[in-house]
């Protein structure tokens, strides 16, 4: 999509601090870290969120997830880590880009939710 700010960066029409890419994926720094450890993994293929998959999106979301592991440890989290999918509106989703949050680092990331 032309004016999606990470199909841009999957075109290289953005700049990215990539740390992994295959066929199917990329993964990089987020912008913005919230933890020492903190990438995005998305498909190289538009889709807008885990709202709007189709049945063919399978294998690449099995995909993203098969490869967290690796690079949560090659970042520096080599204890395990955190995987957030923000969807949507109540999600609070900000890029329209399907996108799972690899977060971690050396020490554990903290609650997963501020209860209400
Ligand atoms: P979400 O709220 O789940 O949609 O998260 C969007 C994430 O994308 C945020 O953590 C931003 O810091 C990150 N982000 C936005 N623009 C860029 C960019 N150009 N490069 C890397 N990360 C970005
Ligand atoms: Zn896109």
């Keep these: 999509m032309s004016d999606c700010i990470f199909c841009k960066i999957v075109d290289g029409k953005i700049p990215?601090?990539?740390?992994y890419e295959d066929e199917d994926i990329l993964a990089f720094n987020d912008i913005n870290p919230a933890r020492p450890v903190h990438v995005l993994v998305i498909p190289k293929k538009h889709i807008t969120s885990?709202?709007?998959?189709?049945?063919?999106?399978?294998?690449?979301?099995?995909?993203?997830?098969?490869?967290?592991?690796?690079?949560?440890v090659a970042q520096g989290s080599p204890d395990g880590f955190r995987v957030i999918?923000?969807?949507?509106?109540?999600?609070?989703?900000?890029?329209?880009?399907?996108?799972?949050h690899i977060v971690g680092g050396p020490d554990p990331v903290g609650p997963m939710l501020k209860r209400l």
């Design 85 to 100: 999918i923000n969807t949507g509106r109540v999600g609070q989703q900000e890029v329209p880009h399907l996108h799972a």
């Design 50 to 72: 885990l709202a709007t998959v189709a049945a063919e999106d399978g294998p690449v979301l099995g995909r993203m997830l098969a490869k967290a592991n690796e690079i949560a």
């Design 16 to 19: 990215a601090t990539k740390v």
